[in-house]
């Protein structure tokens, strides 16, 4: 399975559903490297065959963004209707990775996101994980879906 390619199809699929977006696509990132400075991340836990994390990386512009597409409506500041959005974007993607896996025969199970707003922090994932991230370009700002990510034992 490319999970690459995985990731750039469940982007794709949530922006075009559910915010009528289209996005430019980065080319997905294996290791390190890619960074974007967030503002606000949201991530989830992934459990039973696939252990690991995705998590979706915005700089508060493109937050801000996502959050008044979803919305209809202008948004000023990264209050809790973004963090409930971003939230929800990343929920919806990790559910298409979710499809993404059972089709080649793994099954994972979703935790509940958690949303972090901030200036200047960083997220961390398990030790020996493999890391594939993808940029995004919504509006001329970059964002980043990223899943670290292993088999479980």
């Known amino acids: 399975m490319d999970i690459g390619q995985a990731i750039i199809d469940g982007t794709q699929e949530v922006f075009t559903t559910m915010l ?30 696939i252990r690991g994390m995705l998590a979706v990386h915005c700089p508060a512009d493109v937050a801000k963004d996502i959050t008044g597409s979803f919305l209809g409506m202008e948004v000023e500041e990264l209050d809790e209707d973004v963090k409930d959005a971003i939230g ?15 089709e080649h ?27 594939v991230a993808v940029p995004f370009t919504m509006n001329g700002s970059t964002f980043i879906v990223e899943l670290k990510y292993m088999a479980a034992a």
């Open 20 to 49: 009528m977006v289209e996005l430019e696509i980065g080319k997905p990132i294996i290791g390190k490297g890619g960074e974007v400075q967030a503002n606000i991340t949201s991530m989830l836990g992934l459990g039973k065959d």
């Open 88 to 102: 929800e974007i990343a929920n919806m993607v990790a559910g298409s990775l979710k499809i993404s896996f059972h």
């Open 105 to 131: 025969g793994q099954d994972i199970e979703l935790a509940i996101p958690t949303t972090i707003v901030g200036d200047s922090f960083r997220t961390s994932g398990m030790f020996g994980a493999t890391r």
